[in-house]
T-cell receptor
Framework: GQQLNQSPQSMFIQEGEDVSMNCTSS?????WLWYKQDPGEGPVLLIA?????ELTSNGRLTAQFGITRKDSFLNISASIPSDVGIYFC?????????????FGKGTHLIIQP | EAGVAQSPRYKIIEKRQSVAFWCNPI?????LYWYQQILGQGPKLLIQ????????DSQLPKDRFSAERLKGVDSTLKIQPAKLEDSAVYLC?????????????FGPGTRLTVL
């Protein structure tokens, strides 16, 4: 099956620093998504990417859909305490109506004030 | 707009017991998903429903797991009998239609501990 390699596994940064994380796939995806999950909650969608090469921003977050369709990255600028959480990349390749997402293992972001 | 509702939020059972989880998707959402999230991992799709029909259950361990969405709205996921490795958070998600371009909205999950 499809596998996503997400890195880094965890990040310890100072408040105000920029953050970068990425995801690579063993196969092509049509859609790349980035989610954030807080403790005890379900994942919440941050950014959706639908086209190879697409660069999309959502406030301080910027994500790109790789040209090869096998990778994506997420950047967070000027991190703040509420950015703490686990960030997941997810992708899917449509076919036959089944569109369950394949998730990476997550990047745990910890911010030191 | 109310979000995806799940119950119970927590469940502790002993191995070989049975357990059931309930999900109420966002009103009007045709597609419903059940994911399993083991500690330290990303969610893994178990089953996808389109209205009351199964679209994909290829990763559902059918010898012990079952799911239904009888009237195309609420859904239940059952495990019978449970094993230690079933300890995980079970997430329900819904989207307006299928096709991947619709956002999947996740519920808070049910945390299952099997002793």
């Amino acid at each position: 099956g499809q596998q996503l390699n997400q890195s880094p596994q965890s990040m310890f940064i100072q408040e105000g620093e920029d953050v970068s994380m990425n995801c690579t796939s063993s196969s092509i995806f049509n859609t790349w998504l980035w989610y954030k999950q807080d403790p005890g909650e379900g994942p919440v969608l941050l950014i959706a990417l639908y086209k190879a090469g697409e660069l999309t921003s959502n406030g301080r977050l910027t994500a790109q859909f790789g040209i090869t369709r096998k990778d994506s990255f997420l950047n967070i600028s000027a991190s703040i305490p509420s950015d703490v959480g686990i960030y997941f990349c997810a992708g899917y390749y449509s076919g036959g109506g089944a569109d369950g997402l394949t998730f990476g293992k997550g990047t745990h972001l910890i911010i030191q004030p | 707009e109310a979000g995806v509702a799940q119950s119970p939020r927590y469940k502790i059972i002993e191995k070989r017991q049975s357990v059931a989880f309930w999900c109420n998707p966002i009103s009007g959402h045709a597609t419903l998903y059940w994911y399993q999230q083991i500690l330290g991992q990303g969610p893994k799709l178990l089953i996808q429903f389109q209205n009351n029909g199964v679209v994909d259950d290829s990763q559902l361990p059918k010898d012990r797991f079952s799911a239904e969405r009888l009237k195309g709205v609420d859904s239940t996921l059952k495990i019978q009998p449970a094993k230690l490795e079933d300890s995980a958070v079970y997430l329900c998600a819904s989207s307006p239609t299928s096709g991947g371009t619709d956002t999947q909205y996740f519920g808070p999950g049910t945390r299952l501990t099997v002793l």
